[in-house]
């Protein structure tokens, strides 16, 4: 599952992090980041309509990898399987749910936010793992000073970053990606303001890749 998550977020440098209310959305906001350079996007199930938001982008958007996020039980991840998610994403990875994650037939990207968290995923076979929340959990000085004694962990920083502090991140050698919510603001979303996403998008694809 290693290499096809770090395939994953290799695609871009930033993973947008969608909470939708209106799964009908879907399909026209993922053409749109898509479009914009952003293929991989996360669906935090956090709404009601995040599944069939998950299943709609699966079906209908082969150029998009969609994430389902903030997976927090165990039954939902046969949910967001069926769903059509391409990997499964967690904010924080308690070890029960851990296990039942390394179990799963997709790639995960647990969240962790501590070096006891990152070694106790590591040690369970995951390897590209979530900081989350990064910028109030020490960011990209936090970063840096881990890749010493985690050398094999890769992460994706999220929380707390936005296209002005994304540079910082994605110059790190243990950074495959950054994830966020600022290329889909609630107010554009709940507006279909694609034009505003996809410039929002678009300047987050110029972020350097991380290679
Ligand atoms: C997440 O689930 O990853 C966070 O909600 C990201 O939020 P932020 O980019 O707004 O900090």
Redesign the pocket.
């Known amino acids: 599952h290693t290499a096809s998550l770090r395939a994953y977020a290799r695609l871009a440098p930033v993973i947008p992090?969608v909470?939708i209310e209106d799964a009908r959305l879907s399909i026209d906001l993922a053409h749109t980041l898509v479009a914009a350079g952003l293929p991989v996007i996360?669906i935090?199930l956090?709404t009601p309509a995040a599944l069939d938001a998950i299943a709609a982008i699966a079906k209908a958007v082969p150029d998009a990898v969609v994430a389902a996020?903030?997976v927090l039980h165990k039954s939902q991840i046969t949910e967001v399987i069926d769903a059509g998610a391409k990997f499964i994403?967690t904010?924080g990875t308690p070890v029960q749910l851990a296990e039942d994650l390394a179990a799963a037939s997709i790639p995960v990207m647990p969240?962790c936010s501590t070096v006891s968290e990152a070694l106790t995923l590591a040690a369970m076979g995951f390897e590209i793992l979530?900081f989350?929340?990064?910028?109030i959990s020490g960011g990209a000085a936090w970063l840096k000073s881990v890749h010493g004694p985690l050398q094999t962990i890769s992460f994706c920083p999220?929380?707390?970053?936005?296209l002005a502090s994304a540079p910082s991140y994605l110059t790190l050698a243990n950074v495959v990606c950054v994830?966020?919510?600022?290329i889909t603001p609630m107010d554009a979303l709940r507006a279909a303001d694609f034009v505003r996403i996809g410039k929002l998008a678009s300047e987050a694809a110029t972020l350097r890749p991380q290679s």
Do not use: L, M, Q, S
């Open positions: 992090v909470t996360e935090t956090r996020g903030t994403v904010p969240g979530k989350f929340p990064a910028a999220t929380g707390g970053i936005d994830g966020g919510t600022w």
